[in-house]
């Protein structure tokens, strides 16, 4: 009404609203419990970040996010090797064909033992599952808040993942969190606030 355009995201759009066609990717739904799945996407408005993610298929579980503003195979390589840390490794793991997945990233997850499972080339719906991760924290978190820097950024996403392990519901899960939870049937609903009060977490104590 003031005449001036509506302020723009802080999460760009563009890229993954495209029609892109290829193969559909075989290997998706037999092995859930062993596969992990990963991606990285443009984050903040003002100064161009990168945000990191890997998922576990499984409960959908985010194991890990991270920020950059200069991503590269060796960085990517380290963000893997931090999130498996002393626990199993993954038996496969699935990724798109972005030129930053580089040699030093190929050899380390070789070393690991994991099977790499890159997708066709523009068929973001063969990742599908780390696509919908990353619509996600854009529409519950980053469309609503502007981001003031890398360190800003870094704490906005680590409170989603836990929010997002640990409160937000899951049709698929059967409205269980990854994480899971035992259900409260009595006693008074609390509220907690998150993210600032844009979610809440309703318990009963």
């Known amino acids: 009404m003031s005449g001036r355009p509506p302020w723009q995201n802080t999460w760009p759009r563009g890229d993954g609203h495209r029609r892109k066609a290829g193969r559909p990717f075989y290997a998706t739904t037999p092995m859930a419990s062993h596969q992990w799945t990963c991606s990285w996407s443009r984050l903040s408005h003002f100064r161009l970040l990168y945000g990191f993610l890997i998922l576990r298929h499984s409960r959908r579980e985010l194991l890990w996010l991270s920020v950059t503003a200069h991503p590269n ?72 808040v502007l981001v003031f820097g890398e360190q800003h950024l870094r704490h906005l996403l680590n409170s989603y993942q836990k929010y997002y392990n640990e409160v937000r519901t899951h049709l698929s899960l059967r409205k269980d969190a990854p994480v899971p939870r035992d259900v409260s049937r009595t006693g008074r609903v609390l509220s907690t606030p998150i993210l600032g009060g844009l979610h809440h977490q309703y318990v009963r104590v």
């Open 73 to 144: 195979a060796e960085w990517i390589a380290l963000q893997l090797t931090e999130a498996c840390g002393w626990g199993e490794a993954p038996r496969y793991i699935v990724r798109d064909r972005d030129r930053a997945y580089g040699e030093i990233f190929i050899r380390r997850i070789a070393a690991m033992g994991i099977r790499d499972r890159p997708t066709s080339a523009r068929s973001p719906w063969q990742n599908g599952y780390a696509e919908r991760v990353i619509g996600s924290i854009r529409r519950d978190c980053l469309d609503h």
